[in-house]
């Protein structure tokens, strides 16, 4: 209407342009589309890269973990051996003795000559009299008969097998010397030395500082499964409940923002706050055990609580606010509506945020540190459901750090196996969480 | 439709089920109804018309209450159902919503089945003894909303999966399951296409026979076939309130009237 009063005279007349030109305007405007399409590969791939390169790395420095170098030695010890053993000073010694015999007999007879050093086989084999002392005192009947014993070999040994360590760049320690090679070597010409599978690095407790090829990460995925059950059932209930109150019932105003705000804030505030936070109030205040999961389990549930109420809330508020009408509006009370309509339609998103919190608190070492899971040795499992809480125990991301800062070489790879285990665990879940989302969806 | 009979009708004296009195709603600072006076009969379709933003969706949602969970809306005035003063502080408004029922603008089943949807409300309220006396409740209810024929056979199909239409149809249907007295409808009809439109109008004749229907209409045709008194609202204030021949042939209101003639709005 209001074009009407324009003189049409002053009016410019219609550029006519054709259809199959693109004029410049629009061709910069597509260089600038392709230009950030660009970009977002470029990004993705350098992103794609590293994750290969992560990947990699990860796998062939963690490999080595699950591999472990045994010596197989045919051995008979008789009575009279044994007997002359047990009557030595240093018992074990005397079983080495016999032992070593064995291997040099055994390599003799495939035509390989080695010098019967004992220093070197400890090296080698680590202290077998020990083992054998074991084995034939629980085990009398096994006397006089041919046994094969598969011993472990040392770490250096395994390094040399699996090509960590050469000729080249070792060098003589009272762990290991050149020479010693020589007679690895020959245990290799004479195929009694071989890498087995290590199940005991997936099912074992930590060993000592000089002995990363007992070490196993067992314990430790005990001690983290039960501070994770720690973590859900307290972390789930408390979360959901506050968000629900937050998100459905209490009122808008100053002091709920106030909450929001610091519910927000918490979620970014570093875990090693929660950590001292947990040793001065759990430890040092409630006196609850050190280093028990249940004290890890309460800290990484402080840590997890603000990530299940943010993503809660946010999925609380994805619901449509036409399904609150609906149930109201038929006469239903808030917590009907709540507990009947908003939640079942609310719950792939909270257990997504729960399964991702209870992920994220499960790589966590930092709070750990604190309430002393790390520095605990984890010899052994608990012994039953309830000490699983109390007895001191470590946990997988405590036992890498621990692993990883040792100064045996043996552990570096020991550490790397323990994030491919970490990491599988990861993976687990978070594919869980996906699938349940995938399940529970439902669509409006 | 047949509008002439039902023009006829309303001319009938009616008992007054809903009367309000001087209400006034505010959303923080904004005055959003000014000083509305109204009597709703019983048995009987008020049509609430007016331009977008007038009041009448906020005017009716004062209606069962459903106000109440907007955290800054304040209501003053009285509201008497029956009689009784329903924002008095003994009124509990679950237990007002049972009574005054609401369908929505967009039709919001809930997301289960078709059995489930009708079956919720009659459930909460304790309505059923048995899964038998569910049965019938759901079935007579479905018949009332007038789908039983065309869902029948998918009793426990998702409600979702229905179209628009149907959908509205299942909300009415759902509404009327829990035995409301009064029916509110915030523009049913927006949504479906003429043909559910014309089966929703026909229902809501229906249902005149058994309670009272306040709808809130966009459409002014809509408000002159199935209503009998109308209620015209502009800016927040009720403009003019009668029987709807009357507003659509003789306003007395000069506003009523540029509207209905479509200068205004």
Redo the contacts between chains.
């Keep these: 209407m209001s074009d009407a009063t324009i003189d049409p005279v002053t009016q410019p007349a219609p550029k006519r342009s054709s259809l199959h030109q693109t004029d410049a305007r629009t061709r910069k405007r597509n260089a600038a589309e392709k230009r950030f399409k660009a970009y977002g590969i470029c990004a993705i791939a350098v992103g794609i890269f590293f994750l290969v390169v992560l990947a990699v790395s990860i796998i062939r420095s963690g490999l080595p973990a699950f591999t472990q170098t045994v010596v197989s030695v045919e051995f008979t010890m008789t009575q009279d051996q044994f007997d002359a053993a047990e009557g030595e000073l240093f018992k074990t010694k005397a079983y080495s003795a016999f032992f070593n015999n064995a291997l040099v007999e055994t390599l003799k007879e495939k035509g390989l000559e080695v010098e019967s050093d004992a220093k070197a086989f400890e090296r080698i084999l680590g202290k077998t009299g020990g083992t054998l002392r074991e084995f034939y005192r629980a085990n009398p009947d096994e006397l006089g008969k041919e046994v094969d014993f598969e011993l472990s070999a040392s770490s250096r040994v395994d390094g040399y097998m699996n090509g960590r360590l050469t000729r080249d760049n070792m060098e003589d320690s009272r762990f290991l010397e050149a020479a010693d090679l020589d007679i690895v070597d020959a245990m290799i010409t004479a195929g009694i030395i071989k890498e087995t599978f290590n199940w005991n690095f997936i099912t074992g407790a930590d060993s000592g500082v000089d002995n990363p090829g007992g070490a196993g990460i067992g314990a430790s995925v005990v001690g983290s499964f039960f501070m994770m059950l720690v973590v859900l059932c307290l972390s789930l209930p408390i979360g959901v409940a506050a968000s629900i109150y937050l998100e459905e019932f209490a009122p808008q105003n100053k002091f709920t923002d106030l909450i929001e705000v610091n519910i927000s804030n918490l979620a970014a505030v570093p875990s090693i706050v929660f950590g001292i936070l947990g040793l001065a109030v759990f430890i040092q205040f409630m006196h609850l055990p050190q280093s028990a999961p249940l004290v890890g389990g309460l800290v990484l549930t402080l840590m997890t609580l603000p990530t299940i109420i943010i993503s809660t809330r946010a999925s609380l508020k994805a619901v449509p606010p036409s399904i609150r009408d609906a149930a109201l509006g038929l006469g239903a009370s808030r917590m009907q509506a709540v507990f009947h309509h908003v939640l079942p339609l609310a719950m792939p998103g909270i257990l997504t945020g729960t399964i991702i919190g209870l992920a994220q608190a499960l790589g966590e070492t930092a709070p750990l540190l604190l309430i002393g899971m790390v520095g605990f040795v984890a010899r052994g499992y608990p012994e039953g459901f309830i000490s699983g809480f109390t007895d001191p125990n470590s946990a997988m991301p405590a036992q890498i750090y621990t692993w990883a800062a040792r100064a045996d070489v043996g552990f570096y790879e020991k550490a790397w196996g323990g994030i491919i285990i970490l990491l599988i665990f990861l993976l687990t879940m978070n594919i869980l969480a996906v699938i349940l989302r995938r399940r529970f969806e439902r669509r409006w | 439709m047949y509008d002439a009979p039902k023009l006829e009708t309303a001319l009938d004296q009616q008992d007054i089920k809903i009367s309000a009195d001087k209400v006034q709603v505010y959303y923080g600072e904004t005055h959003a109804i000014k000083d509305v006076s109204v009597e709703i009969e019983d048995k009987t379709v008020t049509a609430f018309i007016g331009p977008s933003g007038c009041g009448k969706s906020t005017f009716l949602r004062t209606l069962?209450r459903?106000n109440d969970?907007i955290?800054?809306c304040r209501v003053q005035g009285n509201i008497l159902l029956d009689g009784e003063d329903i924002y008095h502080a003994k009124v509990d408004p679950?237990?007002l919503?049972?009574k005054v029922?609401?369908?929505?603008q967009?039709p919001?089943?809930?997301?289960k089945s078709i059995y489930d949807n009708i079956a919720?409300?009659p459930r909460?309220?304790g309505l059923a003894n048995s899964k038998a006396d569910l049965d019938v409740i759901v079935e007579k209810s479905l018949r009332r909303g007038a789908i039983w024929d065309e869902v029948k056979d998918r009793l426990h199909a998702p409600g979702?999966g229905l179209s628009g239409g149907q959908q509205q149809r299942l909300?009415i249907a759902?509404?009327v399951a829990?035995e409301p007295e009064v029916l509110l409808m915030d523009e049913p009809c927006s949504a479906l296409d003429p043909i559910a439109t014309a089966q929703v109008e026909e229902l809501i004749d229906e249902l005149r026979k058994n309670y009272s229907v306040v709808i809130v209409t966009h459409s002014m045709q809509q408000a002159a076939r199935v209503s009998q008194k109308t209620a015209f609202f502009h800016l927040g204030n009720l403009v003019e309130y009668d029987d709807t021949s009357k507003i659509f042939t003789n306003p007395s209101d000069e506003r009523t009237e540029s509207y209905i003639t479509g200068r205004i709005g």
């Design positions: 069962n459903m969970t955290d800054i679950v237990q919503r049972a029922g609401m369908v929505f967009k919001n089943p809930f997301p919720y409300g909460i309220h979702t909300c759902r509404a829990t």
